[in-house]
């Protein structure tokens, strides 16, 4: 229980634990402390990094789209104001449009095998009906129905979302311009048709790393790219009752029902400004991941860049572990110093310790040769231990001295009080009225006759006791 006391309570340790417990302290707290702030500053500048490194990514990849969407929008100009197309347009009758079809099937056609992302090019009449097309299966077709007809019509160059078309059923993304005749007047309306795999592909060729994707959402927060194909045309977030409706109606998708991942996470990305980044959680999946996201300046869309949150955690973690490993390392290393430290400041501390308590109990002249071997190395140093150490040895050296002479000064006081105490008993004795009455009848007896009742010998014999018995009573009162 003490021991456990003492290793449980500073204060009763010794000076060596004492000195490397604050040595070591001393060392690895504040270390502690910097290599904690540090390494915090890197994982936050690493995860800043890889944030930052997904947000160029994605606006990479937003502005190549942007530059094709811009292409693609010049081509449908060109066509749109190509003379051929005006002329069949603004033709006043069918007879003169048939004479000017195969000149304005020529264009079309040179114009769709000009790029092979593009799935049709088609033109529209006033009414929106497919005049003349690409593909035949448009042609006939009436799209007044369709936001790129009905913003063309009234003069506007429209680009859409990537939709299922009604007529194919394949996604693509189209974009429309107004035709006008000589004079001024809309007399039709020239669409191009994207391929939707033309956009895909970009999105899905990104320079990243494995079970990191890419994918873009329009203005309402439906994915309309996404390497994984079943998640297409569903929605980050629950769509509201009249844009689920809207939707519908369009027949934008070609579905009835607009699924809803929900993803409250993502909504930052919907609509969005500006690139940003977030953390998520995918539906039925428990690890987190990051996405860096942009938005594209032609459309209302946003590309995002999604990556697991361990593929910078990773590293991360094996920097923190390589700050641990380093910490214990240096740690080990000043705590052996520490000791080795302490020992050398603690070694003459018990040597002097063990001196002072040897001339506590008066045993210094049997240990003086040992300590003097301990100490004398120390004493030869030049520093405050040393120091200490010869101040000590002049110290013990005058105090044995000076005990040597108070115990020969003690001898000859206890002889001097011996010598004292005889002759104040003698005095005592010889000075007694009793012994001077005696020696007078000693003296009385030597001058006349021993008594004939009483020889000699017996005389002498009862003198002796009585003196006995005056010294024993001279002893008693000594005693008292």
């Given amino acids: 229980m003490k021991r456990l006391h003492r290793l449980l309570y500073p204060p009763a340790w010794s000076i060596a634990a004492k000195i ?19 390494l915090r500053q890197s994982l936050d500048s690493v995860e800043a990094s890889e944030h930052h490194k997904l947000e160029l990514l994605a606006t990479s990849t937003a502005s ?14 060109q066509v749109s104001s190509d003379r051929n197309v005006v002329n069949f347009l603004a033709a006043s009758t069918s007879s003169e449009q048939e004479a000017f079809r195969p000149d304005l099937q020529q264009t079309l056609e040179n114009v769709f095998r000009s790029n092979p992302d593009f799935d049709a090019v088609f033109v529209m009449d006033k009414q929106g009906r497919a005049i003349a097309a690409t593909d035949p299966t448009f042609l006939g077709n009436n799209y007044a129905f369709r936001e790129y007809f009905r913003s063309s019509i009234q003069g ?8 299922v078309g009604e007529t194919t059923k394949r996604p693509g993304m189209f974009l429309s311009h107004p035709v006008r005749s000589p004079s001024g007047e809309i007399v039709g309306v020239t669409v191009l048709k994207i391929k939707g795999e033309g956009i895909w592909a970009i999105v899905d060729t990104l320079p990243i790393r494995s079970k990191s994707y890419a994918f873009l959402i329009d203005q309402y927060g439906v994915i309309i790219s996404h390497f994984n194909k079943s998640l297409l045309y ?16 369009d027949r934008r998708y070609g579905l009835r029902q607009i699924q809803s991942l929900d993803i409250p996470e993502l909504k930052v990305m919907v609509k969005a400004k500006q690139a940003g980044h977030t953390t998520y959680h995918f539906p039925r999946t428990q690890t987190p991941r990051i996405v ?21 955690v990773g590293p991360s973690n094996r920097m923190m572990w390589l700050h641990g490993s380093s910490v214990l390392i240096v740690g080990g290393i000043t705590a052996i110093i520490a000791l080795l430290l302490a ?11 063990a001196a002072a308590q040897a001339l506590e109990h008066d045993n210094f002249d049997s240990h003086v040769l040992e300590l003097h071997r301990s100490l004398e190395k120390l004493a030869h140093t030049q520093d405050d231990i040393g120091q200490l150490v010869r101040v000590f040895l002049g110290m013990a050296e005058e105090v044995r001295m000076r005990d ?10 206890h002889i001097e009080i011996d010598e004292t105490k005889r002759a104040s008993n003698v005095a005592e004795i010889t000075e007694n009225e009793h012994f001077r009455q005696l020696q007078k009848r000693i003296q009385k007896l030597r001058e006349h006759e021993v008594a004939v009742s009483e020889t000699e010998t017996e005389y002498y014999q009862r003198l002796q006791n009585q003196v006995q018995s005056l010294k024993e009573r001279s002893l008693l009162k000594d005693k008292k």
């Avoid at 060392?27 to 540090?38: E, H, K, R, S, V």
């Avoid at 190549?64 to 100009?77: G, K, P, S, T, Y």
């Avoid at 977030?237 to 939707?247: D, G, I």
Wanted: overall charge positive.
């Fill in 20 to 38: 490397s417990a604050a040595l070591v302290c001393a060392a690895l707290i504040p270390m502690g402390f910097t290599g904690y702030y540090n």
């Fill in 64 to 77: 190549r789209l942007d530059q094709l969407i811009i292409d693609i929008q010049r081509v449908v100009v």
């Fill in 156 to 163: 506007k160059s429209y680009i859409s979302s990537i939709l």
């Fill in 234 to 249: 569903h929605s980050l977030l629950p769509l509201p009752p009249n844009t689920l409706e809207q939707v519908v109606n």
């Fill in 292 to 312: 860096g996201f942009a938005p594209l300046k032609e459309q209302p869309w946003v590309l995002g860049v999604s990556q697991p949150k361990d593929d910078f």
């Fill in 343 to 353: 020992r050398r400041i603690s070694q003459p501390i018990h040597a002097l310790t």
């Fill in 404 to 413: 040597q002479k108070l115990k020969m000064q003690v001898q000859k006081l």
